[in-house]
């Protein structure tokens, strides 16, 4: 079980229940996430990265980076594959098989690092571990003119003569040993070094039968004890070793190159655009990113990389369960019942009922009669009540031997109305 944040861990119903499709499991179960833990390195300080000396001196200055244990041990590393640098992003990508001997990029290109690190041959443990732990993620800004100056875009003669020992480079072509080539810079470079962390902590999930999450885990906590001793229970391995695998995966090259277009090079810069919701990350028009616009995105990134890994990975990273050493959780079932039945044919027949009684009600109300009865002529006592204390009595007294005319004749003249 994974989301955007954590992979949680799977349980079971320890009794055997019959449940519906619609019947969902809710308890409280570990959850596992990491961090990325990034920070901004200062240029020529913390780290070393200078393109232009491919092809003149060790690889290792190239680039290197300055990696603090948590310790406060200092460490040099270096790129995983060392000759990348030099390969995808020194000048020797002008003739890169990428660019099939013949294309270049010119004018605002843009390039994106992402490495693991490694550090020296005759390193110790302690040190091959600290540069395991880290990983260098950069964008770089440039102007390139690499098609320009005596040769065009014909490569292949002058990479012929730069690879011949015989023939002094700066006096064949004086001034063009590095034609068109803007090295990386304090003003066009920006890296940032992550040393990824793991946390276990305990969440409250929905899930269904199938062990789906039916929504967002609630209630994240992570526990109190974070050390070494208390992650090793859980995984087949020590937690440092995890998370080295784990950067091996998420931040691993994907033969990075000079663009000057919007679409990443890497696959952690392409899910970071994802994260942020945008491509000016990776769009060499824009400014150099800062720390503050990548932050965000790259937390977002990688933890949903790292809960996805490690939820596809399970059945090899974590401890197998057993009934004898593994904790009962306690949870509860949730079964949905209808309480109410709607059917729609019978809904919209009583919405035509009320519709009618609506319309009635309101012409009734409209075109009311504007007499109104003193006594409703529903019975003998009503019309007594009405006439008992009137004068009206005493008017009609001996008319009852008249017709209606002879009566109409007399109330007229006695100026009576009805």
């Keep these: 079980m994974s ?11 320890s009794e055997a229940v019959s449940l519906s499709a619609e019947s969902y499991y809710q308890a409280r179960t570990k ?3 990491a961090e990325p833990r990034c920070k901004p390195l200062m240029f020529d300080q913390d780290y070393h990265m200078h393109l232009w000396t491919d092809s003149m001196g060790d690889w290792k200055q190239i680039f290197n980076v300055t990696v603090t244990s948590a310790s406060g041990r200092q460490t040099t590393c270096y790129g995983t594959d060392g000759n990348m640098f030099a390969t995808y992003y020194g000048s020797s990508s002008r003739w890169h098989p990428q660019y099939n001997g013949t294309i270049c990029r010119d004018g605002k290109v843009g390039a994106e690092i992402a490495t693991t690190l490694q550090a020296d041959l005759d390193a110790t443990g302690e ?27 014909n490569q292949f003669p ?11 480079q700066e006096t064949a072509y004086p001034g063009f040993y590095y034609p068109g080539f803007e090295d990386a810079a304090s003003n066009n470079t920006f890296l940032m070094l992550c040393q990824p962390e793991i946390q276990v902590g305990e969440a409250t999930v929905l899930v269904d039968k199938t062990g789906n999450l039916k929504e967002p885990a ?4 992570p526990d109190q004890d974070q050390s070494s001793q208390a992650l090793d229970k859980y995984f087949s391995n020590d937690g440092a070793e995890l998370m080295s695998r784990s950067s091996l995966f998420i931040f691993r090259t994907l033969q990075p190159r000079w663009h000057n277009d919007t679409f990443a090079s890497e696959f952690i810069h392409y899910f970071m655009n994802r994260a942020e919701g945008s491509l000016r990350l990776t769009d060499p028009n824009m400014p150099l990113p800062t720390f503050a616009d990548v932050e965000t995105p790259m937390n977002q990134a990688y933890s949903r990389l790292f809960a996805i890994w490690l939820g ?21 079932v949730i079964t949905p019942e209808e309480r109410l039945l709607f059917v729609t044919p019978l809904f919209i027949i009583s919405e035509c009922i009320l519709s009618i009684y609506i319309i009635v009600s309101l012409i009734v109300y409209l075109r009311r009669p504007g007499r109104y009865l003193a006594r409703m002529p529903t019975s003998l006592a009503a019309i007594i009540a009405l006439f008992a204390s009137s004068a009206a009595v005493k008017d009609l007294r001996g008319t009852a031997h008249m017709t209606n005319k002879e009566r109409e004749k007399y109330l007229k003249e006695l100026g009576c109305r009805r």
């Design 158 to 168: 002058r990479r012929q003569l730069m690879t011949d020992p015989n023939v002094d």
């Design 127 to 153: 040190e091959k571990a600290i540069c395991r732990s880290a990983v260098a993620v950069g964008w770089i800004r440039a102007t390139h003119h690499y098609c320009d100056g005596p040769l065009g875009a």
């Design 31 to 33: 959850c596992f996430a």
């Design 312 to 332: 596809v990975n399970r059945e090899l990273l974590f401890v197998p369960a057993n009934n004898t050493t593994t904790p009962q959780v306690s949870g509860i």
């Design 3 to 13: 989301d955007k944040k954590a992979t949680y861990a799977s349980f079971k119903n």
């Design 218 to 221: 609630r209630d994240l906590a």
